[in-house]
């Protein structure tokens, strides 16, 4: 079932957001863009093979091109926050998922469409259930049953950097502490040992972590060891006897998991910690030819990624892989998300020299 | 409605317990038992002006003693754990309530009825509601509704202590200390500050505490100032921007409550504290005739009240008040709830002889 307007991928980025927008697509609900993104490919790009895989949608050429560039950008969004439609402001283009990341999607759909004989071959990945729980994210499931749609030699996930590019991504893990003592009334606290006390040294250590910095080609990581959550308590007149402390560890992506919960271990000698749950970095990788190429193409100076993104899922899969979208991280997920409509236009245009 | 046999509160204590016991009364639900209390104070004590409130029983003598010498006990008991009914082992009772504290009550009641003539005038007070939160305590109501039936020169509460005398009791008070810090996302923790982390010199500090203790009548106090909970966390990828950690002070009775209050702060100076609910400790207030007397008769070495009882009510009121009962404390609220029997008989004993 399509809208009222067929979506037209050949618009201008722009005007292909704000109809991206138009669209809700909150995560689990995706199946009306979904339709609407197939029909509009299917009917506006004959060059390019399309499969349909749940609420994504794989689109590539097949032109025997000596290397294929993969773009890829989730179509699902956060609740919406009272900002859909869309509406333009000046240069500035408020809406739920405006930023994070259906500019991102319009820049990419629009020149998978509009490049007919690219320089590369191209593959459009526009993918569901990003925001919500790894387990349903979209490109894991494609992944799993279209795994051959995912062979690149460079992927570009059109996440909100702000038209920076933005290379590797950190490591992220948690560990839940636990911190034990021996139950009492509080009338009589010294028959126990209060947990919630001795996690003070679990607390101790935090506080004085240095977390480390490191270059990795050109890039500054910065490491963060956070506690991101504390409980204990029994009742108002008993000494706890279990205090969890749940620690977060952002790590540079020179490290491993695995070398990863080995530091957290050492840095918490002597405690019980338990692994709940752990994503690994993506390096850089900016030393391949695509990415080289890519980074000549545009003039980017490539920095950091902080945050954890699905560009690691490609690093596992040993492709190079790189954020670089109009998007501004800063206002995703907020009420007043927006996207500078020149930034859409400039990450067309330094993308189109790419890939032209 | 009585049950199928009725409450003789002349039977010995032992069995009165077992009956009692039989006669679920979980706070809230005392109807029945009071019913029966009523029935049976009625028809087998006719020398005692009776008088019900709520799911209270008061009665006493009125023969014009010199002094009065109050007996009270909470009808209520915690929810059942499969403990109901009553079975004896040897010389153990068995049964929800048998130690906190339907002994106590079954040793007042027994005597109230059965002395006649008792040297001091004697005033029996049964109520509902001690186990749940104290605005609903019985004893509360009727100070609120009967202020002149708890006039007296000494009151014994049949709260489980052993058969020992526990003299006054501690004071209690409960604080917030929230401490604030700087959301951020933990993947650039730098841009945050840490609220948990802060909490550790909170927890610092109640770790390097040393409790006070303080003799007092003879009686030795030993205070306790204990972390009873903790929290704080937003998301497993957010820098807390809050930490509250809750504090439950334990303060021997020779400190008033704005003492005990002002003396926490000085403790956390530097950090947000917010009283939450205060208890004042009562004195034990053995320097009294007829706590002397009562002392005296029984041959008691008192000790210190280190749980908060209803004695501090009483003391509130100006008159001193002791705990004394045949339950264990330590058994109370346990799903092996007992009593030993043979206590049963000696406190019942030793108050005869107080009160012949």
């Not at 040294?201 to 990795?216: G, M, Q, T, Y």
């Not at 019980?272 to 980074?295: H, I, K, M, T, Y």
């Not at 954020?323 to 501004?328: H, M, S, V």
Request: net charge negative; charged share 25%; proline share 5%.
């Amino acid at each position: 079932m399509t809208g009222p307007v067929p979506l037209d991928l050949t618009a201008d980025p722009i005007d292909l957001t704000a109809a991206l927008v138009d669209v809700p697509s909150v995560s689990r609900d995706e199946q009306r863009l979904a339709d609407e993104l197939e029909a509009a490919l299917r009917a506006q790009a004959p060059h390019l093979e399309v499969q349909r895989c749940g609420q994504a949608l794989l689109a590539r050429t097949n032109l025997g091109r000596e290397r294929r560039v993969l773009l890829a950008g989730h179509i699902d969004t956060v609740p919406i926050a009272d900002n859909v439609p869309s509406r333009r402001e000046g240069d500035l283009l408020y809406g739920c998922g405006s930023s994070d990341m259906k500019a991102g999607d319009a820049v990419f759909a629009h020149l998978a469409v509009t490049l007919t004989e690219p320089r590369y071959d191209l593959t459009l990945v526009l993918y569901d259930c990003e925001e919500i729980e790894a387990a349903a994210n979209g490109l894991g499931r494609i992944e799993r049953e279209h795994r051959d749609w995912l062979e690149a030699d460079l992927a570009l996930l059109g996440e909100p950097t702000n038209g920076v590019v933005e290379a590797g991504c950190q490591g992220t893990l948690r560990v839940e502490i636990t911190v034990r003592g021996r139950r009492a009334h509080s009338a009589r606290s010294w028959l126990g040992e209060n947990a919630v006390h001795a996690a003070g040294e679990v607390l101790r250590r935090l506080s004085e972590h240095k977390a480390r910095e490191v270059d990795i080609d050109g890039c500054l990581y910065r490491e963060g060891l956070q506690a991101v959550g504390i409980r204990g308590g029994v009742a108002g007149n008993v000494v706890p006897d279990e205090c969890v402390v749940v620690v977060n560890f952002r790590f540079a992506p020179d490290r491993s998991a695995e070398a990863a919960e080995a530091y957290v271990r050492e840095v918490f000698a002597g405690f019980e910690v338990e692994l709940v749950d752990v994503s690994p970095g993506a390096l850089p990788g900016l030393d391949r030819p695509a990415a080289e190429e890519f980074l000549a193409a545009t003039g980017a100076t490539p920095t950091a990624k902080y945050g954890w993104t699905d560009v690691s899922r490609f690093a596992a899969l040993g492709i190079p892989a790189l954020n670089y979208g109009p998007g501004d991280p800063n206002l995703a997920h907020t009420r007043e998300e927006h996207v500078d409509t020149k930034l859409i236009t400039a990450t067309t245009e330094a993308l189109r020299a790419f890939l032209s």
